[in-house]
Every structure is written in structure tokens, then in C-alpha cells.
């Protein structure tokens, strides 16, 4: 016996698809609504912080240089925030899309001497 699944798995595969994208976007879009009042600071900093606060032995303070800052040219920006990254989260939604759609539609017979 053969089961079709046509009726009830495009919606289903439909609303999955529409909840994924959903969830993928809505905490980018939230983050980006609101500024935050007091910026936490970066496991960097905290690291940088905690060394600093360490006792330097007398031998290890006349070898101690400061190092130079080094920065991003992206600063503190978000990779999916970026112009790229966005593309990236579209290009994947549609592609899981066409994959889903594809899966349910390739419903063709089989014409194979084996079958």
C-alpha cells in the first residue's frame, strides 16, 4: 500500500520552513532595535584584566613590553549583521526551502530494470 503525502506535508513543510525563518531573523532584527545601556565587557578584555592584575615575578617584569592594540576592521560587528551575513541566512533558508519542496515533489515513478 502506498501512502501519499501530499495533502498534509506541503503546509506542514511550509509552516516548518515559515517558523526556521522566523526564528533565524527575529533575534537579529530585535538586537538591532534596542540599544544596550552599558556594554558588557569582551572575554578579551576580561582575560587582558585578569593578567594585568596578576603579580609580575622580578625577572619576568624587565622582559614585559607592552604589546600593540591590534584591530579588526570590522570592530565589534556581528558576522550575520554584516551585508554578507545576511546573505548568507537567505541563501540557506532558500535552500533548505528547495531542498523540502524538491523532497515532496520528485514524486515521479521509478523506470529502473532492478524495480
Not at 27 to 38: G, H, I, L, N, Q
Not at 86 to 101: E, I, N, Q, S
Amino acid at each position: 500500500m502506498r501512502r501519499r503525502f501530499g495533502t498534509w506535508a506541503r503546509p506542514i513543510a511550509g509552516l516548518l520552513t515559515l517558523t526556521l525563518a522566523l526564528a533565524v531573523t527575529a533575534p537579529a532584527a530585535a538586537a538591532e532595535a534596542t540599544a544596550p545601556d552599558a556594554q558588557r565587557p569582551t572575554l578579551a578584555a576580561s582575560a587582558k584584566a585578569t593578567v594585568a592584575a596578576l603579580p609580575l615575578p622580578a625577572g619576568a617584569q624587565a622582559q614585559a613590553t607592552p604589546a600593540a592594540p591590534t584591530t579588526s576592521t570590522t570592530g565589534s560587528k556581528s558576522f550575520f549583521k554584516t551585508g554578507a551575513g545576511r546573505l548568507a541566512l537567505v541563501l540557506m533558508a532558500a535552500g533548505t526551502g528547495f531542498m523540502v519542496y524538491s523532497a515532496f515533489s520528485d514524486n515521479d515513478p521509478v523506470k529502473s530494470q532492478f524495480r
